[in-house]
Nanobody, 125 residues
């Protein structure tokens, strides 16, 4: 069983930055691909960025490419999402997710077995 806990959300002005963290329990953090998803009010949850098991490969949604950066620190069992140049349309609840046994990330949320509780990010204009 894996438990994921996000932190780092908050309120920021447009153009500002936030860094989200996702810390995992368990001893096999390096054995699964991970991703960040987000859900804005009234919208479906959407893929933001994924990272493969080793951290060598990443993929971003077009809407965040060039502004967001994903990384993972395997010894610390933590994944990060650095968000720069934030826009009001980035406002959403952000979720981290883990795909047990997967080498590569997926854009589909159905590929992920474990989810965090979510952290709110609000960007004011």
């Amino acid at each position: 069983q894996v438990q994921l806990v996000e932190s780092g959300g908050g309120l920021v002005q447009a153009g500002g930055s936030l860094r989200l963290s996702c810390t995992a329990s368990g001893r096999t953090f390096g054995s699964y691909a991970m991703g960040w998803f987000r859900q804005a009010p009234g919208k479906e949850r959407e893929f933001v960025v994924g990272i493969n098991r080793s951290g060598a490969y990443t993929g971003y949604a077009d809407s965040v490419k060039g502004r967001f950066t994903i990384s993972r620190d395997i010894p610390k069992k933590t994944m990060y999402l650095q968000m720069n140049s934030l826009k009001p349309e980035d406002t959403a609840v952000y979720y981290c997710a883990a795909s047990a046994g997967a080498i590569y990330y997926s854009h589909s949320e159905t590929s992920y077995n474990y989810w965090g509780q979510g952290t709110q990010v609000t960007v004011s204009s």
